[in-house]
């Protein structure tokens, strides 16, 4: 044997480079982008831009103006209250057998009173019967009028203690 030359076993390495598998991971990933930029645009869509008529500096302004005060009285029923220096201006009684169909005339009695934005607040008080797209309605047509100083307070329900 020779001292110099001779085979020295060797040992094989493993590799340390591992191959992950990344296209899971990609549809994950493109799922998740979707589903961002899906919900965004629901969350833009379901929003109403309005200021708050009470409790800030918007009421301050309120006083120059007419002031509204809509109050729902049943599920088809309500009342429009047009005030002025917190004296009562003009006052409706809107009855039908739907909430849409209340909600239509409301549209078509602020068109007839020809009020623009001499509308400075408005109040809704909507009663627990209510239903709630019978309020959003409500809000929308207040918007499509250019009222935009909305309050909305509950009405409690005088039935619940008896």
Not at 29 to 47: D, E, G, N, R, Y
Not at 59 to 87: H, M, P, V, W, Y
Not at 135 to 151: E, S
Request: aromatic share 4%; with cysteine; charged share 20%.
């Amino acid at each position: 044997m020779s001292i110099s030359g001779g085979a020295v076993p060797q040992t094989r390495r493993r590799s340390l480079d591992a191959e992950i598998n990344l296209v899971p991971f990609i549809d994950l990933l493109s799922m998740c982008i979707c589903f961002l930029l899906m919900t965004a645009v629901w969350i833009q869509i379901s929003t109403i831009q309005v200021k708050q008529s009470h409790g800030t500096e918007a009421l301050a302004q309120a006083a120059a103006g007419l002031e509204a005060d809509i109050r729902f009285t049943g599920r088809s029923s309500l009342d429009f209250t047009l005030k002025k220096n917190g004296r009562v201006f003009k006052k409706t009684t809107i009855k039908d057998a739907t909430p849409e169909a209340v909600v239509a005339k409301l549209d078509t009695t602020i068109s007839s009173l020809k009020l623009g934005s001499s509308v400075s607040a408005a109040m809704v008080s909507p009663a627990v019967s209510v239903p709630y797209g019978s309020m959003v309605a409500v809000l929308d047509v207040l918007r499509k009028h250019q009222i935009i100083n909305i309050g909305v307070v509950p009405v409690r329900d005088e039935t619940a203690g008896k």
